[in-house]
């Protein structure tokens, strides 16, 4: 139910206790809402797109914009853009949907000799890029509550991040919307081939298990609303149950008049830090418990088409 939907129930609940919803109990707020933060928000608080690291995916009639992460990721964003510069996922396709889980696409025929698509150019797989070395110079807003699967969380350029201070590491996060790479057994047998988006609760146990190397921005419903594949691990059993992929595109690569101009809240600003905050305490009128906490994957990161 959403909040409107919410607030029609609890009105309906008051009239029939007859009391109207003036009557009810004032809700004791401070501080702003979100849609108030964002509201104060000025020209310098958004950022433009990079265009060279950002991908256009074209599946069932819609595009799919997908930010690519290069300062975690390097090799396997610029294999993933050198294999869209080759045209090796224009035609290929879904091939799983597992729900609550993630959207996989690929080739289908990969594995099968004289069939699989044959990759020109780019490569087929790559060392694993499961974490990187920790590097204070590189953009990270720490969020105050904590975290079960790594030591320090927060965000870095919109892309939510784990550090381990300790061990000198820090690494991308499975979040809703983030694209990884997939692989089989071992770590290097992965490369952009083959990748995936979470559709569901974030699947951190997959945190430095597999290579993620960007994060869709929009068109997230053309991924996450798929009918689910009836078959192991959520795999259309039919090839006509697959969904096809039309194309994959560098936005650099489109011409300026078929982009699609957006701007994404920094992360890198004591704005941002409102916005935290008015997540850990919703002080809409709705919420009668704020809850004081906020999680990673509980901070979306706000994308507006660019004025």
């Not at 206790?17 to 310098?44: H, I, M």
């Not at 099968?112 to 110079?137: M, N, S, Y």
């Not at 690494?171 to 809703?176: A, D, K, R, T």
Request: hydrophobic letters at 40%; charged letters at 25%; one cysteine or more.
């Amino acid at each position: 139910m959403n909040l409107r939907g919410a607030a029609a129930v609890c009105g309906l609940f008051l009239l029939a206790s007859g009391l109207s919803g003036a009557e009810a109990p004032p809700v004791r707020r401070t501080g702003a809402t979100v849609a108030e933060v964002l509201a104060s928000a000025k020209p310098g608080d958004w950022r433009p797109l990079d265009l060279e690291n950002t991908l256009y995916m074209q599946v069932s009639g819609q595009r799919v914009v997908i930010e690519l992460n290069p300062l975690f990721a390097p090799r396997h964003v610029a294999n993933v853009k050198a294999l869209a510069r080759e045209h090796y996922y224009d035609g290929l396709a879904i091939v799983r949907v597992q729900d609550n889980y993630v959207t996989q696409w690929g080739d289908p025929e990969a594995g099968k000799a004289g069939t699989a698509r044959p990759v020109q150019h780019a490569q087929k797989t790559l060392p694993a890029e499961f974490d990187r070395a920790l590097d204070r110079k590189v953009p990270f807003t720490r969020l105050p509550d904590g975290d079960v699967y790594a030591p320090e969380v927060g965000f870095s350029q919109g892309f939510p991040v784990a550090r381990d201070p300790r061990r000198g590491r820090m690494w991308l996060v499975h979040n809703y919307g983030m694209v990884g790479a997939g692989r089989d057994e071992a770590a290097d047998s992965g490369g952009g081939t083959e990748l995936y988006v979470v559709i569901g609760h974030a699947a951190r146990h997959l945190d430095r298990n597999v290579t993620l190397l960007g994060r869709v921005i929009q068109g997230m419903e053309a991924l996450s609303a798929l009918p689910r594949g009836k078959g192991a691990m959520g795999f259309y059993e039919k090839p006509e149950d697959r969904i096809p992929i039309t194309s994959v595109q560098v936005a650099a690569d489109v011409p300026v008049a078929e982009r699609t101009p957006l701007e994404i809240l920094r992360t890198d600003t004591p704005l941002f830090q409102r916005l935290v905050e008015a997540r850990r305490n919703r002080r809409e009128s709705w919420f009668k418990n704020p809850a004081g906490r906020v999680e990673l994957a509980n901070v979306p990161i706000p994308v507006r088409p660019k004025p």
